[in-house]
């Protein structure tokens, strides 16, 4: 059974920074593609980052790039996101998911977290 566990959400003030964490049971960890996606009410689901278990290259949505960065450390089998200089338009919850399937930017991913809050104040 794959359990994503994440962690590391909290309310901030514009322009500061988090470190959000996944724990994640179950899956082949060091094959597995993994990334973070966000939703704010009213607005579609919107995938963040990923991060791919070959290579460990990484992809990020324009509208974070060069603000969040996503790492895995495979020995912990924990994904972190850190993010810098965060804006009230990063207001969301965040998921941790795994194993893309599709567009990662669509938040196409078979397993998912329940997701930890982010909210980011003006």
């Known amino acids: 059974q794959v359990q994503l566990v994440e962690s590391g959400g909290f309310s901030v003030q514009d322009g500061g920074s988090l470190r959000l964490s996944c724990a994640a049971s179950?899956?082949?960890?060091?094959?597995?593609?993994m990334g973070w996606v966000r939703q704010a009410p009213g607005k579609e689901r919107e995938g963040v980052a990923v991060?791919?278990?070959?290579?460990?290259?990484?992809s990020y949505a324009d509208s974070v790039k060069g603000r969040f960065t996503i790492s895995r450390d495979n020995a912990k089998n924990t994904l972190y996101l850190q993010m810098n200089s965060l804006k009230p338009e990063d207001t969301a919850m965040y998921y941790c998911?795994?194993?893309?399937?599709?567009?990662?930017?669509?938040?196409?991913?078979?397993?998912w977290g329940q997701g930890t809050q982010v909210t980011v104040s003006s």
């Open positions: 179950g899956l082949v960890y060091t094959k597995d593609s």
């Open positions: 991060i791919y278990a070959i290579g460990g290259s990484t």
């Open positions: 998911a795994a194993q893309t399937r599709g567009s990662w930017l669509r938040g196409a991913f078979n397993y």
